[in-house]
């Protein structure tokens, strides 16, 4: 199903998932055309709209943006695009149901009717969906210039029109001591309103607070007179007298349904104010609304209605939890119950079932002698008074499934909302609602409503994006930062960018007045026994967005996997941890800083010290045994030995291998930081040198070069001549990849060297054959075909017929570059042949080597017009790298083969081929993917 949501930060959702639409102007051409949904919108309206002052480029960049949000905006399985272009201009076409402008005005059209014809309680229900649809200020996060500024204000104040009008319908329906506070914080944003002053007035008059609605028609008469310079209209005026008067006109109207017998029910009304402009969370309101009309079908049944929003702290559940109940309340004639069970507010201030049921009870109307000693009878009494009533009972912060199961009801007319930072996993009525950080547009409009700052540029929209996503999209943090900002009118949003990011402790900066982002994660830690708490404090020091259970185990020294697995577990269930699939822990990045601090206030330091050298250990051990099952010809390295507790993972093939790298990669680069920052320098050298392998099937060449100029700096500081040479050989590879070929020169060069220095003869020829790949490029075959023919000499000297089969290949290479095809032949059949001998001797493969020389055969008879067998050499390469999980020369192959297949004039199957190599590309995220992408579009001409 697809959503067009303007009402708040602007959204583009497609079967749940959010639609991305690009920022700035796009999102502003958007937001435009959707404002005018289903009609068309000229040209030149379209710009006054999204520009004040239009560029000389205008023109071009509309194009630009909407050939873009038309790419988007072509859902699948849809025939065609929903932005539509026409001789007259552009629209957007939305169906009945997927935009939410068109809902809200559509439920406040049937309000008015509803009112019209004097039936205010089908008003407030229409009225109540309309004004929940709104998610905040319209448009939130959207470039929005004067002439777009004015049609936004246009559906502003179509909204607090239908507020007002709400007002007036549940005035008549007789909840004027509901709406007494809710009015209040309306007129406090906009004391110079009359309308929602007189619907106080009439609200105070009919509780039977005449003095205050007298009182509050002076304040309002002194302030229009002080700002004004006048009185109020007649309509305030004459309501003034009338209450004066006392007049019975003004009385609440008399209820349809006979009040009962005494003694009459109390209804209770105790939902806390709702904040004053709600953001977000619409997915989770919608299913909090399918649970209240749950309600009615579930009579039948006789289940009680349970939901439990639960999420890590500072999420908004209670802001939620508040929001929603006072858009369900309408359904709960008999009224709504809010208690706060101070679940982690410390043992002393836990509210304990019997003091719960207590306060319910007398809120319910009963007197305090009738009011049971003992927890079960205050419960079945509860229970029996809730059997035939339609409340609302929101239960916030509960500790757990002890504190709450008493206070449930037992029939089904009732909905109960329970937060809490627990999941209630223990209660089988229960429905949970997790909660998890905002979206980037949400936590952007949240903090735009918090700050009170509107029309925003592109340089300050992309300022507040840094804060949210520095305060981790965690409402509460979001909020703090907002108030801060607010509350300095000489603070730009830079400098608040640029207090946050300084050096420091950022929970710190995240503390205004009562709000602590802090001592929101203390309420949470202090409930956790040691082994919990410590667990959650190592966790602080662990490198990279999220873990494995297998390297837990290794900071902790543990080698039980199933026992830390389930203190992980715990953790998770506590919302201090994340788990997004299992077997995997990450924190929020404000969960972390706090377990750093932590870890480092309470922890010895040789404790810690300890706990990161076994993690590193198990990722360099790791690491080794997967890439050896990438390559098992590679020369294996000497590691040191293991802490007994720490388990390196093991693998079964080669695929298993690149899963683990493709996993854990962001990890290994947090490691080498972690290295590269402790001079953990044995530790650098191991992980670059057992990366290599993967880096270069995934194409990672800028990585790699990063990763391998610390390796240099490692093996220096170690004064380690063997492994600085081989450092400097292997940094060549990436540098000529990267095109860089001077340095990559210069590289291979120093590598050179120092292997003759070291007297290795085999390192001499390794590097020379890097040199001769490096020149080949640069377009300088003679040099090329030196440094190859070089290598080859040195090989042969030292014995070594693998690589002499490799140098080989190089020279077939050289001569295929120059055009000398039957040479390639010679050399590179020769290759094949030591290559075919290597393995019956020693029963496997070198499988990329011989992949690599099948492809050169490939090269050399495709150019000299031998198709068929260029596609056997190709083909039989394909075959070799099945084993090798090289996905990136996969890709280079197939490439070559989709050539001769056009060379054949059979462009079914170059398709093929093409776009099997550029779905892997694009998987990888490759620049080569262009060039495909190029011979693809070819066949189309």
Not at 112 to 141: I, S, V
């Amino acid at each position: 199903m697809l959503q067009f949501r303007v009402l708040g930060p602007m959204e583009v959702c497609c079967d749940g998932q959010v639609v991305p639409t690009g920022g700035g102007r796009s999102k502003a051409v958007l937001a435009a055309l959707l404002l005018h949904a289903n009609k068309t919108v000229s040209r030149p309206r379209l710009i006054e709209l999204v520009w004040a002052d239009a560029p000389d480029s205008v023109d071009s960049n509309l194009r630009s943006y909407l050939a873009k949000l038309r790419k988007k905006l072509h859902i699948p399985g849809e025939d065609a695009s929903r932005l539509v272009a026409d001789p007259h201009g552009f629209r957007v076409v939305v169906d009945e149901g997927e935009l939410d402008l068109a809902e809200f005005d559509a439920l406040a059209s049937r309000g008015e009717q509803a009112l019209a014809a004097e039936d205010p309680a089908t008003a407030a229900d229409c009225f109540t969906r309309a004004l929940a649809l709104w998610r905040g200020p319209a448009l939130g996060g959207v470039l929005v210039e004067p002439n777009l500024a004015a049609a936004v204000a246009h559906v502003e104040e179509r909204r607090e029109h239908i507020e007002l009008r709400n007002f007036e319908a549940r005035l008549a329906l007789g909840q004027h001591g509901e709406l007494i506070g809710e009015l209040r914080g309306l007129i406090s944003a906009r004391p110079l309103r009359e309308k929602p002053v007189a619907l106080l007035m009439l609200a105070l008059y009919r509780s039977g607070r005449q003095k205050e609605a007298l009182e509050l028609y002076r304040q309002t008469r002194a302030r229009f007179r002080d700002e004004l310079g006048c009185d109020p209209g007649k309509n305030l005026t004459e309501l003034h007298r009338r209450i004066l008067s006392a007049d019975a006109g003004l009385d609440a109207p008399r209820p349809a349904v006979a009040v009962a017998a005494a003694p009459a029910r109390v209804v209770p009304s105790q939902l806390p104010a709702d904040v004053p402009a709600f953001t977000g969370r619409q997915p989770e309101l919608a299913a909090l609304r399918q649970l209240s009309r749950g309600c009615l079908d579930a009579e039948a049944a006789g289940s009680v209605v349970v939901c439990a929003l639960d999420g890590m702290p500072g999420i908004g559940k209670t802001t939620l939890a508040v929001h929603a109940a006072r858009l369900l309340a309408p359904d709960f004639p008999d009224g709504q119950l809010f208690l706060d069970l101070h679940g982690f507010s410390g043992a002393g201030e836990r509210v304990e079932p019997g003091d719960a049921l207590d306060r319910m009870l007398r809120a319910l109307g009963l007197a305090v002698e009738d009011i049971p000693a003992e927890v079960e009878d205050r419960a079945a009494l509860y229970r029996s008074l809730l059997s035939d009533r339609r409340l609302l009972i929101v239960l916030d912060n509960a500790a757990d499934e002890a504190q709450l199961r008493p206070l449930l009801p037992g029939g089904s007319r009732c909905l109960v909302i329970v937060t809490s930072r627990r999941r209630m996993s223990a209660l089988d009525e229960v429905t949970p609602i997790p909660l998890d950080v905002m979206s980037a547009d949400e936590a952007t409009a949240l903090f735009l409503d918090a700050a009170a700052t509107t029309g925003l540029d592109d340089t300050a929209a992309g300022i507040v994006a840094e804060v949210v996503e520095t305060c981790g999209r965690l409402p509460l943090a979001v909020r703090i930062a907002a108030a801060r900002l607010r509350s300095r009118p000489n603070w730009t949003l830079a400098d608040l960018r640029d207090r946050l990011a300084r050096d420091g402790e950022l929970l710190s900066k995240l503390e205004f007045g009562q709000r602590s982002v802090r001592v929101a994660f203390e309420m949470s830690y202090r409930e956790l026994d040691e082994r919990h708490a410590h667990l959650f404090r190592l966790l602080g020091l662990a490198p990279g967005s999220d873990l494995s259970v297998g390297a837990v185990c290794a900071l902790l020294g543990e080698a039980a996997a199933h026992e830390v697995e389930t203190r992980l577990e715990d953790l998770v269930d506590a919302h201090l941890l994340r788990s997004r699939r299992p077997g995997r822990y990450a924190f929020h990045d404000l969960l972390r800083a706090y377990a750093v601090n932590l870890t480092e206030s309470t922890d010895p330091a040789e404790l810690r010290a300890e706990a990161v050298e076994r993690i590193v250990d198990y990722h360099v051990h790791t690491a080794h045994r997967a890439t050896l099952r990438l390559d098992p010809l590679r020369r294996v390295t000497p590691l040191p030995p293991l802490h007994d507790a720490v388990k390196p993972a093991e693998f079964v093939d080669s695929r298993a291998a690149r899963d683990w790298f493709d996993e854990e990669l962001a990890t290994l680069k947090a490691v080498l930081r972690l290295t590269e920052t402790r001079r953990l320098d044995e530790s650098t050298y191991q992980l670059v040198w057992a990366m290599e392998t993967y880096l270069s099937r995934r194409g990672l060449w800028a990585d790699w070069e990063r990763f391998q100029r610390q390796a240099i700096a490692a093996a220096e500081r170690l004064g380690d001549l063997p492994r600085q040479a081989y450092a400097h050989r292997v940094l060549g590879r990436p540098l000529t990849q990267l095109s860089r070929y001077p340095e990559a020169c210069a590289e291979f060069s120093k590598a050179v060297a120092l292997f003759k220095q070291l007297d290795d003869p085999v390192g001499q020829a390794d590097s020379h054959r890097g040199l001769a790949w490096a020149y080949s490029r640069t377009g300088d075959r003679q040099r090329g075909l030196e440094n190859v023919m070089e290598s080859l000499v040195l090989y042969r000297k030292a014995g070594n017929q693998r690589r002499v089969a490799h140098a080989l290949n190089g020279v077939g290479w050289q001569h295929a570059l120059a055009g000398e095809y039957p040479q390639t032949l010679d050399y590179c059949g020769q290759a094949i042949e030591i290559f075919a001998e290597l393995t019956k001797q020693h029963g496997h493969h070198d499988a990329h080597a011989e992949a690599e020389t099948w492809d050169s055969l490939g090269y050399a008879h495709h150019h000299l017009g031998n198709h068929t067998e260029a596609i056997t050499c190709y083909r039989t390469a394909l075959d070799l790298l099945e084993d090798v999980e090289d996905r990136y020369f996969t890709t280079e192959v197939l490439t070559n083969l989709g050539d001769v297949y056009l060379s054949e004039d059979d462009r079914d199957a170059a398709r093929r081929v093409w776009s099997q190599a550029l779905t892997t590309l694009d998987e990888l995220g490759h620049p080569y993917a262009d060039k495909v992408r190029s011979r693809l579009a070819t066949l189309d001409e």
